[in-house]
């Protein structure tokens, strides 16, 4: 019996030095002793990066409120991003359309009445308040914004999440909106994110057909700049990339917002008829599901309740003298 | 047919926990992948949320949460003490009663991915000849409790305590911190995030902490031990509360050889004595989770029966007994093990 409660004693020891070395992190801000796709590494050592962080590790606070407002201006490609401000109103929503000029959003609804599953907002510079198709029905809704100038044509789209039950989007991502389309399949499912190092699929299509090998170009606001190619049914494996700054891991989960998120989007040209054509999907992505984790420290533990739960294993000495006399 | 496939009541839960294994654990692929997709939001069994492929969400889930975001945070707003906080909660006990009212807690011992990952462990320990550790009456009276402990405060009370702004957000879903489910489903499907703790709190770390020990415990006392975690699980005493509600449920007769025999009480995997002690409405104990064990290992004719409304599902005769006990004891011991050691039980004394 003082042979196993010193083996616990040791690996509890054990479990609490592999604790304290896990603690210290290297310079990427990826937690030691944590599980990364060779593949994710990788990816992550090739991307470009912002010239944000450059000055700002520089040590330059000028350069760097500059380039912060340059950063926050991550993109040229159009953008409906969410707006605080929806009064803690389940069934609404505030959008900002960003390098794009339209004049409503358009939003699609899976249920409903049916004069009301495609709707129409006008947009203001204050944000445009949207609406789920009832206060009742929620879950995701598509929305898009479109400008059509003399041979271009631009759309920004994304999804709107409401919290209230509704149907689920399969049916609605995959009906035709525009012409030229970047169609997630799926999106991450409620209480869900897309994550650095995740893949993720799209589809992109063209008046409702696959486009094969056209390229879907990402961009994060943290500074990737990056492009994957449609395979032949217009299929395109994104791999979302580790670029978010090394946070303090404390924060890398908010307890009420969840995990911190950075926006990203996707965009795919294509001419066909004399006109060209711009279609950009944003949505928000989260840090790798490792950060601010430790799985060294969990698999301690796991293994510390088996130590715990071993001696239940033991057969009672009654037991033996019984085998002996047996024998 | 069906005979020949299942020659006994314990083969086919076993098919239909493997099956049910398999569906709550991957089903995403069949039924689809948004929450609105699932089963339900409202099963009564620890289908885990976290688990990205699962195929229906646990009751105590949405339990938390609306105690949490609806009542408690309705409470704080104290004129919006309306419908609107107390219809989601309605409407989820409602969900969950839909589907209780038809199958009660068969649930628990058919249908609930960690209690068949248990017995499957089980099993594993009883055909390594491990020792079967069984809780004496004076033993399991002082674990019952822990399962009601687990339900008032773990998913009733820290949440609601979350809502109102008195504990740490992180109680917001306390008992799925600590749940092994969580562990155990999303690691079926090769995904070690949940098995990682969270180092940013104090908090975070200790729920980690607990969660994990408890899951490895639970992994190895099952080799010796039925259902160690059913046994404080608090989806035990959820569904417990309203086992009474359900027309499905265990039905004892009272027979005179039920206090000398006590083949069914070795044969529960709950270790519930008062299965031989007692009979009608008593019988059908708090902890039983319509397994059908002690109907089966009932050497009497129709003294125990499993009975929805007033169909017999399942009714206890000596024909089966013989035929059930020709492979495997009471306790689970494969006849082969057994003939390996002394016996322990009084099925094998018999």
């Excluded at chain 2, 688990?51 to 704080?76: F, K, M, W």
């Excluded at chain 2, 608090?234 to 004892?252: E, Y």
């Excluded at chain 2, 009497?300 to 017999?312: A, C, N, R, Y």
């Amino acid at each position: 019996m003082q042979r196993f409660i010193n083996l616990i004693l040791s690996a509890t020891l054990a479990l609490a030095c592999t604790f304290v070395m896990a603690e210290g992190r290297p310079a990427n801000g990826r937690p030691a002793g944590t599980l990364a796709t060779t593949e994710s590494v990788r990816q992550h050592d090739q991307h470009d990066h912002a010239p944000a962080q450059a000055a700002e590790s520089a040590g330059n606070p000028a350069a760097a409120s500059q380039d912060k407002r340059q950063a926050r201006e991550w993109t040229k490609y159009p953008l409906i991003t969410p707006m605080m401000g929806r009064g803690g109103d389940r069934a609404v929503a505030k959008l900002a359309v960003k390098n794009l000029q339209p004049a409503e959003l358009e939003v699609f609804a899976a249920e409903g009445p049916d004069d009301r599953l495609r709707r129409q907002f006008p947009v203001t510079p204050e944000g445009t308040r949207i609406e789920a198709v009832a206060p009742k029905i929620g879950n995701y809704h598509w929305v898009s914004a479109r400008e059509e100038t003399e041979g271009k044509v631009t759309v920004a789209s994304t999804a709107a999440y409401f919290s209230n039950p509704g149907e689920a989007p399969t049916a609605l991502l995959l009906k035709q909106k525009s012409e030229l389309e970047i169609i997630p399949q799926p999106l991450p499912r409620e209480h869900g994110s897309y994550r650095e190092s995740d893949k993720w699929q799209f589809m992109l299509r063209f008046n409702g057909q696959p486009l094969a090998n056209k390229e879907l170009k990402l961009e994060t606001e943290f500074g990737t700049k990056t492009a994957f190619t449609s395979d032949e049914k217009g299929m395109v494996t994104v791999l979302f990339p580790l670029d978010f700054k090394p946070a303090d891991p404390a924060k890398a989960h908010d307890q009420h917002m969840g995990p911190r998120k950075g926006k990203f989007v996707l965009a795919a040209e294509h001419d066909e008829g004399g006109k060209h054509y711009l279609t950009a999907f944003n949505y928000a992505y989260s840090p790798d599901a490792t950060t601010g984790k430790n799985l060294m420290a969990g698999a301690g533990f796991g293994v510390f309740g088996m130590l715990l739960a071993a001696p239940l294993l033991r057969r009672k000495k009654v037991d033996k003298k019984n085998s002996a006399k047996e024998s | 047919m069906f005979k020949s496939i299942f020659p006994t009541l314990g083969r086919f839960r076993l098919f239909i926990q493997i099956f049910m294994l398999l569906l709550t654990v991957y089903g995403s692929n069949v039924v689809g992948f948004y929450m609105a997709e699932k089963i339900s939001n409202a099963l009564p069994a620890l289908s885990c949320a976290f688990d990205q492929q699962n195929s229906a969400y646990c009751v105590l889930i949405p339990t938390q949460h609306q105690l949490h975001h609806r009542v408690g945070e309705a409470i704080v707003k104290a004129q919006q003490f309306t419908f609107q906080m107390v219809l989601p909660l309605l409407f989820t006990l409602l969900t969950f009663f839909t589907f209780f009212v038809v199958l009660s807690k068969v649930f628990c011992g058919w249908i609930c991915p960690l209690g068949t990952i248990q017995e499957l462990i089980n099993k594993l320990g009883r055909r390594l000849n491990l020792p079967l550790r069984r809780f004496e009456n004076g033993s399991v009276s002082k674990v019952r409790p822990v399962k009601w402990l687990m339900l008032i405060v773990l998913v009733l009370a820290l949440p609601l305590l979350a809502g109102l702004g008195v504990t740490p957000h992180a109680t917001g879903d306390a008992y799925c911190q600590v749940c092994p489910s969580r562990l155990a489903t999303t690691l079926l499907t090769a995904n070690t995030d949940q098995m990682a703790i969270r180092t940013g709190s104090s908090l975070d770390f200790a729920f980690g902490a607990i969660a994990n020990t408890l899951f490895g415990f639970m992994l190895v006392a099952a080799f010796a031990v039925r259902q160690p975690f059913c046994r404080i699980c608090p989806m035990l005493s959820f569904n417990a509360t309203f086992q009474r509600l359900s027309p499905m449920r265990l039905v004892k007769k009272q027979h005179d050889k039920c206090d000398k025999c006590g083949i069914c009480a070795k044969a529960c995997p709950m270790d519930i004595h008062e299965i031989a002690r007692e009979h009608g409405t008593k019988a059908f104990h708090e902890d039983c989770t319509l397994c059908g064990r002690c109907v089966e290992f009932c050497p009497d004719d129709g003294v125990i029966q499993m009975k929805w409304g007033p169909l017999t599902l399942f009714g206890s005769s000596r024909e089966y007994y013989k035929q059930r006990m020709k492979g495997e004891m009471p306790d689970g011991t494969v006849k082969i093990a057994a003939a390996l050691r002394k016996p322990e039980s009084g099925a094998e004394n018999a």
